[in-house]
């Protein structure tokens, strides 16, 4: 006999009770599209575009091709304006970053061999996360303005030459490498000459060049608005749907409903007598005590991947499906612990379902499974730490969306670990040392 | 050889001594009945031969094996007291779950739940969940349950409660054929006809403590006081005794000799409308040993 046949048959039990069934899955996906839909107007379903204050000090053709690039993003609305009033909209978060082009940016970039241009970038702190973003669309128009560069070769030419004298100057005895060298910068030259002769001829046009470097130089330029991190609109600010805050919530629900079933599931075979039947066959209490565990350890992992599934169709996009997967595994091994825990609160499953829910519901309030820790008044976060749900809920967010380190994750997956097996450990003692049946 | 053997059990639940001493055995192939009123200790009996309580004192042995230990538990099948199955599974689902504790699987697997299914009379519900069963269906899977793993040794705790005659008779039937294939039982009741038609030997027990221990016969030559003779009298001269009280024309009263007895009566004159002897049965013999009717 297998731990996997006992689960299998525990698993099969609780689907056909409907009661348990519906608290295990229809109830919190109702509650997730609910609080989802509740969540549209705190942020919106579809973000905005990001307000950027351009200041170009270079004015030249390659700056003015650059901010045409960053023009032509979807994601950016371009704000031409000054340094310290873009500065300031930034502190009052009316723009989402600013973005300076130094004098002498049209000299060097787009040459990949010289040193770049320091770009500085200013985000509002709040919205970090679309800093990242917004550097990532810095490299791409960067990389349009190599592009660029190849469309007018004769730009070289200065470079070459310069990097022609460069050699000849240079104080190294060897003879030959100046030759060769000196030979090579002039058939460069030669070439890119005539070649631009010949794409004129030719009537190419330069914009169907294709680019594909991508290289830039930014600078992080520290906007001093200070916002709490802690802060809800700090938190909420990485948010990408609405489902975002609601389907963690979702999921834990639906873990919740798992350990109520299942810790009445042991009294239920006390109370029905096939608790006597496995105990009379060749098992160890131990066994069919795992027995339990590996099934609600597999409901648990059942429900977030229902919950997981429709969020995905509704638009939710993990920024981790590894540390998702940690954060479920932590949050099942911690609400198995639980489970077990429970489960020896009371003889009857009627006596093991109150005082089941009546934990669940202060775990539930406490740790953010009806208002989001983060609204919640400053003591009830403070109290927050003593249910497990917050750090659950807290690790699966951390993999949905806010991008939680491992580093940041573990403290949440140590404490759901640590819970877990002292629960493990509480239930199971008691229930195999149990001796009347 | 001996498959069962319980030597001085004690078994307490805190302060009350469920089981006061008690000891017997079973040769293989034959069946006990353990007959005794509600709460006599059965059960908890049964418990301790199937290791789901350790003894408080004394031991209990099945196939030479304590089984407290798992393999020992390999020979034993149960139909506990109160039915024992998962509701909402079908009763293939549950014979099939069982059988696996026991480690069956694959085509052996699949022939003790086809046999077990038969020996329930099941075979054409088998894929009904157990809740759409009736009382003696379900009964009749509970002990199907206890025999799918092929036991040698059968413990049936009052098999047939709450049983409607049909079921009670089809489960006599398949008890009484397990019998003579061999197998060892164990089986208690209350009720005394099901002890005195299945069992080769009875042990009666009450309040914990085993009185007797023998086959119907020997118990009633030894504990059976005299018959019974129930009559309902149309008549009787004046001047004749009669041997009890005459209540509503009918009478009651014990003797030693009873077809002597009718016939002195007859002889004097006294007319019967109708005429009941009863021999002595186990029901005289619990009332002998305990003061008590088995049905209190
Ligand atoms: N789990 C238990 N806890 C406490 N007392 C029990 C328990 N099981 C049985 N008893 C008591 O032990 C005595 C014997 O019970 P039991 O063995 O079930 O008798 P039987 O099976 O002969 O009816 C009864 O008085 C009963 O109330
Ligand atoms: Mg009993």
């Not at chain 1, 109830?27 to 969540?39: H, I």
């Amino acid at each position: 006999m297998h731990v996997v046949h006992l689960a299998l048959k525990d698993l099969k039990l609780l689907f056909r009770n409907r009661m348990a069934a519906f608290f295990i899955l229809g109830f919190p996906v109702m509650m997730g599209l609910f609080f989802g839909m509740m969540m549209s107007g705190m942020s919106s379903g579809k973000r905005g575009k990001m307000e950027i204050a351009v200041i170009d000090q270079d004015n030249s053709r390659i700056s003015a091709r650059f901010i045409e690039a960053l023009r032509k993003n979807e994601n950016i609305n371009v704000i031409a304006d000054e340094l310290e009033h873009a500065k300031e909209s930034v502190r009052k978060a009316q723009r989402t970053g600013l973005l300076v082009i130094p004098n002498g940016f049209g000299e060097t970039a787009g040459f990949m061999w010289e040193l770049q241009p320091e770009i500085e970038l200013g985000m509002d702190p709040s919205r970090s996360a679309e800093g990242a973003m917004l550097q990532g669309f810095i490299m791409q128009a960067t990389g349009e303005l190599i592009g660029e560069r190849f469309n007018h070769p004769q730009d070289f030419l200065p470079h070459i030459s310069k990097a022609k004298e460069a050699l000849m100057t240079s104080n190294t005895d060897n003879l030959l490498m100046k030759q060769v060298g000196g030979a090579f910068f002039d058939s460069l030259s030669h070439m890119i000459e005539s070649a631009d002769k010949w794409q004129r001829q030719a009537g190419t046009n330069p914009d169907n060049q294709p680019t594909s470097m991508h290289f830039a130089n930014v600078k992080s330029l520290d906007i001093s608005r200070h916002i709490d991190p802690s802060s809800a609109e700090a938190q909420t600010k990485k948010i990408r749907t609405r489902w975002d805050i609601s389907f963690p919530q979702a999921m834990l629900w639906g873990v919740l409903g798992s350990i109520a079933g299942f810790s009445a599931s042991i009294a239920r075979e006390r109370t029905s007598g096939t608790l006597v039947r496995l105990q009379s066959s060749p098992l160890s209490r131990m066994h069919i005590m795992l027995g339990k565990a590996l099934a609600c350890f597999l409901a648990v992992i059942l429900v977030i991947s229902v919950m997981l599934v429709i969020g995905l169709f509704l638009g939710m996009r993990p920024t981790s499906f590894t540390k998702l997967a940690a954060a479920s595994g932590c949050t099942a091994i911690c609400f198995v612990g639980i489970m077990l825990t429970i489960s020896v609160l009371g003889k009857t499953e009627q006596g093991v379902e109150g005082v089941g829910w009546s934990i669940n519901m202060v775990m539930a309030m406490l740790g953010g499974c009806m208002i989001p820790v983060m609204f919640m008044p400053a003591v009830f976060q403070k109290l927050s730490v003593f249910s497990p749900i917050r750090w659950s809920i807290l690790s699966i967010e951390g993999a949905i969306w806010r991008d939680f380190s491992w580093s940041e994750l573990a403290l949440p997956f140590t404490i759901m670990l640590v819970v877990g097996i002292v629960g493990f450990g509480i239930g199971t003692s008691i229930l195999v040392r149990r001796t009347t049946v | 050889m001996r498959v069962i053997t319980v030597c001085s059990l004690e078994q307490s639940y805190g302060s009350l001594k469920a089981v006061d001493g008690v000891s017997f055995e079973i040769p293989r192939g034959q069946t006990l009945g353990l007959l005794g009123p509600n709460g006599a200790g059965k059960s908890t009996t049964i418990h301790a031969l199937i290791g789901l309580l350790k003894p408080d004192r004394g031991e209990v042995r099945v196939m030479g094996g304590d089984p407290w230990h798992a393999e020992t538990r390999r020979s034993i099948g149960i139909a506990p007291q109160s039915l024992s199955l998962y509701e909402e599974l079908t009763g293939y689902e549950n014979l099939s779950f069982f059988a696996r504790t026991f480690g069956l699987s694959g085509g052996r697997l699949r022939d003790r739940v086809g046999w077990s299914l038969k020996f329930a009379g099941l075979e054409d519900r088998a894929r009904h969940r157990v809740d759409t069963y009736s009382g003696g269906m379900k009964r009749r899977l509970n002990i199907a349950v206890a025999l799918v793993h092929q036991p040698s040794v059968l413990l049936l705790d009052e098999p047939t409660v709450g049983v409607d005659p049909q079921s009670r008779n089809h489960i006599f039937e398949s008890i009484a054929e397990l019998k003579n294939e061999g197998l060892t039982i164990l089986y208690t009741t209350h009720y005394m006809e099901e002890a005195a038609r299945l069992c080769d030997r009875i042990a009666i027990m009450d309040r914990g403590k085993l009185l007797a221990l023998d086959s119907v016969a020997a118990l009633i030559r030894q504990h059976g006081c005299a018959s019974q003779i129930v009559a309902e009298i149309e008549s009787t001269p004046s001047d004749v005794q009669l041997p009890g009280q005459l209540i509503e024309g009918r009478i009651q009263f014990a003797c030693d000799r009873p077809l002597e007895e009718v016939a002195r009566l007859s002889a004097l004159g006294v007319q019967f409308q109708s005429l009941q002897i009863k021999g002595p049965d186990l029901e005289s013999v619990f009332l002998m040993l305990t003061g008590r009717s088995l049905r209190d």
